[in-house]
């Protein structure tokens, strides 16, 4: 009994050193909250938390979108495109103006990021569906 309990302290005490690894084939992968199937979502803080925008089409004015009161542009921390898949229209291209101007890049169907980086962070104004941009 005493060796059982003693061998259960030291796995619990190495494990807490583990280190963790990306997410591989069959992994189970967490949807961001509260996204819709064929949605594009945007989240206010990362980790898809904070207020929440979604969009099933395009939005050439994100400053038009509103969740507790406050509109969707340069708010924008995380976002996860639940997209459905089709040809040339399911990646969300993204702009940093109103109208479609100052491409900041694009999230392919299943993508989610947690915490965009900081050249996207807060800096989205506009979006659309569109194929894969190089």
């Known amino acids: 009994m005493r060796k ?3 061998a259960g302290v ?14 591989q084939a069959g992994d189970v992968i967490v949807v961001p909250r509260s996204c819709p199937a064929g949605y594009f979502c945007a989240y206010q803080l990362a980790d898809f938390d904070g207020l929440m ?4 089409g395009d939005d050439s004015n994100w400053g038009n979108n509103y969740s507790g009161g406050l509109s969707a542009s ?7 495109n639940n997209g459905t898949p089709c040809y040339k229209c399911d990646h969300v291209i993204v ?11 694009w999230f392919a169907p299943g993508e989610a990021v947690w915490n965009l980086p900081d050249y996207q962070d807060n800096k989205i104004e506009a979006h659309e ?3 894969a941009v190089g």
């Open 95 to 105: 702009f940093d103006e109103a109208g479609y101007e100052g491409y900041l890049g």
């Open 74 to 80: 340069n708010r924008a921390t995380s976002v996860f």
């Open 4 to 6: 059982t309990i003693v």
């Open 53 to 56: 925008w979604k969009w099933a």
């Open 10 to 23: 030291i796995t619990a005490f190495l494990a807490s050193f583990a280190v963790a690894t990306p997410a």
């Open 129 to 131: 569906w569109g194929g």
